[in-house]
């Protein structure tokens, strides 16, 4: 297995008293999408701007493929792509005049920044509007804009921190779409930090869950989930009392972890709601019990927190910090 990123024993304290990161271990798989989930304040940034050799660790190790990050941090500069929760184009100038800006400072040979640019631009969907000046352009546009910055130097590995913050669903699902071609065309390593729990859940292949410095849980979003014992479907009944032998015939049903009845309601709980929904229905159907409703609750991400963290993640993005960002995002 090739390792993108691995990390021992990570601790990072500001000013001998803010203790960041404590104690972080991580491995991420190369030619994977990672996410680092976790609330305002958890040591996402901090851990980013580590492996990105910003700033330096106060203990431990930190590895991109292979690479110390201390000790030969400019063979990590070589192989890595960064992409700031900050703005980091040029408003005043249009999409293609910031490439070329990157194609410079990146010292991309003359006779391939034309081609290189052309297709970054035609990669992030943004060939139309290539001749605009950025100012125009909408929060998505701009992170897009950035991402094909960032893609100019085929990195193995871009670190995205917040990447889609501020930006309405359908804006979020354009940038992820778009990320997901270079991606798979390039086999780039994508690793992003959130703190929305529905893109980590939805972007990620491996979600690791940070709080307060620490790793708390590790896994894929699926995996999380049903770490915390499963899924329940609650069945309102039109018939009572309830059969005691169907009972018993769905409690035999391998899959079938708990049961438990509450007047009308019949409760179970299972590895998988979707999978087991058709064995449960044929026993009721069988046993002629009229269901007027069926509920499936699943565990979210919010669950998973709440188990290893002991709280619930903060809200999300609350409104006034999305219109804060956004008005950031057009200032420039
Ligand atoms: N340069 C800094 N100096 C002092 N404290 C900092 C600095 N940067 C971050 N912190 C503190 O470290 C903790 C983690 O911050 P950060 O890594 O930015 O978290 P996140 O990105 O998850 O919001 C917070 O308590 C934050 O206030
Ligand atoms: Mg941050």
Same mark, same amino acid.
């Given at each position: ?67 110390? +990050?201390v ?57 139309? +509007?290539?001749?605009?000046?950025v ?22 590995i871009m ?71 499963g899924?329940l ?15 018993e ?7 079938? &972890? ?29 046993? &002629? ?7 499936i ?6 669950? +998973? ?16 910090? +999305? ?5 950031m995002?057009?200032?420039?």
């Open positions: 297995m090739d390792l993108a990123v691995q990390i021992n024993e990570l601790v990072k304290v500001y000013n001998g008293k803010v203790r960041a990161l404590d104690g972080v271990n991580l491995t991420v798989e190369a030619g994977k999408s990672f996410a680092l989930l976790g609330p305002n304040g958890a040591g996402k940034t901090t851990l980013m701007r580590i492996l990105t050799t910003q700033i330096k660790p106060t203990s431990g190790e930190a590895y991109v493929f292979g690479l110390n +990050v000790n030969e941090g400019s063979k990590v500069r070589e192989l890595i792509s960064y992409i700031p929760q900050e703005m980091s184009v040029w408003t005043d100038i249009s999409g293609y005049e910031n490439l070329l800006v990157y194609a410079k400072i990146f010292d991309i040979p003359h006779h391939e920044r034309e081609k290189l640019i052309h297709e970054a631009l035609e990669n992030m969907g943004l060939i139309k +509007v290539k001749d605009d000046l100012r125009t352009y909408s929060g998505g546009m701009i992170r897009r804009l950035e991402i094909a910055c960032a893609m100019l130097i085929k990195p193995r670190f995205l921190d917040e990447p889609t913050i501020g930006l309405d669903p359908a804006a979020r699902k354009a940038v992820w779409e778009r990320l997901n071609v270079f991606k798979n065309d390039y086999e780039v390593t994508i690793f992003f930090n959130t703190h929305y729990m529905d893109e980590a859940d939805l972007y990620a292949d491996e979600i690791a869950i940070i709080s307060q410095g620490k790793i708390v849980a590790r896994g894929t979003s699926e995996g999380l989930r049903h770490s915390l014992g899924e479907i609650t069945f309102t009944v039109e018939k009572t009392p309830i059969n005691a032998e169907m009972l015939e769905i409690q035999k049903l391998h899959f079938v &972890k708990d049961i438990s009845i509450d007047d009308t309601s019949i409760s179970i709980l299972v590895y998988n709601a979707e999978d087991s929904l058709p064995y449960i229905m044929d026993i009721l159907r069988n046993e &002629k019990m009229p269901v007027s409703k069926v509920s609750s699943k565990p979210t991400l919010d669950d +998973v927190f709440l188990k290893h963290a002991g709280m619930r993640f903060e809200e999300k993005g609350r409104i006034s910090d +999305v219109v804060h960002t956004r008005r995002i057009r200032r420039g």
